[in-house]
DNA sequence: CGACGTTTGTTGAATGTTCAACTTATCAGG
DNA sequence: CCTGATAAGTTGAACATTCAACAAACGTCG
């Protein structure tokens, strides 16, 4: 094995403040969701993708990639989102392995209901807070992130309705 | 109440694909750490800040802030440390409300092993990924975040041991 | 002093997430 | 057609996190 190259003291503070800054964020994300429509951010975002579905249905497959959510966590998700009444599941005709998850009336209402305030929670909280510049190179690094792990910048998730 | 400002095209773009990376990162680095360390990577986090401060130990109040944790997760987290034989508590003199959390010898050495390994992963899936500018402004916008939130850039958490 | 508000830390219940195991179904080759 | 490999989705157990409630100790100001 080769020997560690530890971090230097710039690359260290760099490292702090993005990890600790991303996870205030999402922390406070993860809040003002809860309490002001009563769901964690990521189910916030399972909605939002079947929102934006044709038919405002997908594939539970389909859905976990949408949402960057692992199979097993958007089963559990859509379980709970089911008895919440805010998405169906329906049986998939073509694969009989499949299931559609499917947003109901009550689930859209629900999250054009969560969105304005979510939306001014993302504005406060990172956009209100930087330049456009800033904003700009955020974009660029945070493609280069995903690059990283090959994910292709595309099929990004979720975000507000209309 | 004023009217919803949506984000535009690009801010969508720029804010999924920062909370999708940010988001990615996290969950990588955690089961990097859990497969390889047996620990998630917020009590990484709590080690590393415990190794840095005079003794080793800190005071859980203090120990939280370091370590961006809450009291409670705190407070739960410490004790499966100490079940692991990694942390001790110790009732502090002064404030008989006070409470010291302390990195035992076993702790230490298990968290020197697990530096080396958490230092690449961070290295080859962020530093790697971006130039030494988008590092430099990476720092600065996360800075920029923290500075939203009321959070000095000062006291910033967790990192590898020497 | 002594009452009240604050700080510190813990606890238990409810909830969310992960991991591994499992079932069922599709697909590709022989 | 059959077999083995792969894919889709679910499940339960173990674990982590949140929230609200609580207990105990400070601190201060009348």
Partial sequence: MEQTRWLDDDEQRVWRSFITASGVLKEELDRQLQRDSGM?????????????????????SELACSS????????????????????????????????????????YRVLEQAAPGHVA?????????????????????????????GASSENLPPMPPT
């Fill in 40 to 60: 964690p951010y990521g189910y916030y975002g399972i909605l939002v993708a079947l929102s934006e579905a044709p038919n405002r249905e997908l594939r539970m």
């Fill in 68 to 107: 960057s959510a692992s199979r097993s966590r958007l089963s559990h998700a859509v379980s709970r989102l089911e008895e919440a009444g805010w998405v169906n599941r329906r049986a998939c005709p073509d694969d009989r392995r499949g299931t559609f998850a499917k947003l109901t009336d009550e689930g």
């Fill in 121 to 149: 929670a993302v504005r406060e909280w990172l956009f209100d807070q930087l330049t456009p510049e800033q904003v700009r190179a955020l974009g660029e690094i945070s493609a280069a992130i995903l690059e990283g792990f």
